[in-house]
């Protein structure tokens, strides 16, 4: 089977359209559940994200968003964070149900209980791919955070360890896991778009980020060093443990490849491309030059592939703009696009398409009657989380490859890496190797693939 081909029946068997991809020929031989078994896990990670992907959560309109501890065949063993309290708080919220759960600072614990049959991981940017590496090879399945990986080459040791281990390996880009999304899909496989040649994604936020780093003594009941992790050894900072680590190198790409690797995957996935021939990257810090902030406040990145185009535009002092709340997520309303922060626009010879992820729905414009808006297709979303979080738990015990295996992560988190090493090469032109996905410029490797500190390598061979 061609790479390509394996590629193309992955997604169709995320979503429904062709027989599923079985990831060992005996499922059986895998660590794991019985089909009708139960499914023990743990949970990395206890900032916002990761309690919220365990324990679930409301709208304002009291739409239910279910954690996985909710899931009838889940059993919750640990619970996990280099911050004790923070770990200790979250399991509050797990030990009604599961009374035995374990609180942990030190994952080393969980990938030695073989009792274990998957972890979910909500560690920060720098951590993603370590820790899924680490998960696997321990013989365990695991739910990563978007984004990927921190680096081009860390989603590759992530592949590779996922496909050695046979492992299952969601990355949490929820948006293929969305009913509304799959219809768009159909409908752009059907042609009703046309053929499409430029592909707009927008990351607009109104958070500046400007802040300071400030150093203070290591508190009591924190593993500054595991947090730390690959990242080079630096002071303790709570300006960055808390939230800022996102806006700098050592620990994440910014907003960009955190957050709007969202809609990128969703508009890579639509748009039915692969691997670029080039990317080109411009923008700056230019709100707060004075901000220990590193990365750009403005980008526009360009994509080059077959016939395509393929840009990410991004902005992050623009309160006039708005991500899609939660009432748009969860009732029959679309964003307005011209002020949607995370919008898509998919340019086909036939109309326009625009995208928005979480459950913003879409629509197809055509040419306006009466100078007003014709809409020739449309259809309402909800956010898919719980749908993504019942794939992989049906996963684990198919052995089939989740609707965002590790591939189709890494290959959508990739561009967000193209362009950050264009950027910070100072806007110089990235040509691609179209099969291996490695820049071919001698001065990408440099950002790559990041310096690791001892105990906290990826190794060459996983």
Known sequence: MQRRDFLRNGITAGIGFGAGITILHNAASAQGTPANGKINIALMGCGGRGTSLLHGFNYPNNTRITGFQEFPDVNV??????????????????????????????YQKILDDKSVDAVVTALPDHWHALSAVRIMQAGKDVYTEKPASHSGWEGQKMLEAARKYKRICQVGLQNRSAPYNIAAKKYVEEGKLGTIHLVRVYNQKREMNSFKIKTEPVPAGVNWDAWLGPAKDQPYSPTLIRSNWHERWDFSGGDVQNDGVHQIDLARWLAGVEI???????????????????????????????NLIFTIEATHYTGYIYKIDGEVRQTDTFPYWQQCATRIELFGTKGVMFVG?????????????????????????????????????DCIKSRELPNCDIEKGHRSTALVHYSTVSYRLGGQKIEIDTETGVPKNPEAAQYWKRDYRKRYEIPEEV
Do not use: M
């Open 77 to 106: 063993l640990y619970i996990c964070d280099v911050q004790r309290a923070k770990a200790e708080n979250t399991a509050k919220g797990t030990a009604e149900k599961f009374p035995g759960v374990k609180v942990e600072t030190e």
């Open 276 to 306: 670029p021939k080039t990317a080109y990257c411009t923008g700056g810090r230019y709100t707060d030059p004075d901000s220990d902030a590193q990365t750009p406040d403005t980008e526009i990145a360009s994509l080059e592939f077959d």
């Open 357 to 393: 992820r979480h459950g913003g729905g879409w629509q197809v414009f055509d040419k306006p009657k009466n100078r007003g808006p014709n809409v020739v297709a449309q259809e309402f979303g909800r956010f898919p989380e719980p749908e993504h979080k019942r794939n992989f738990l």
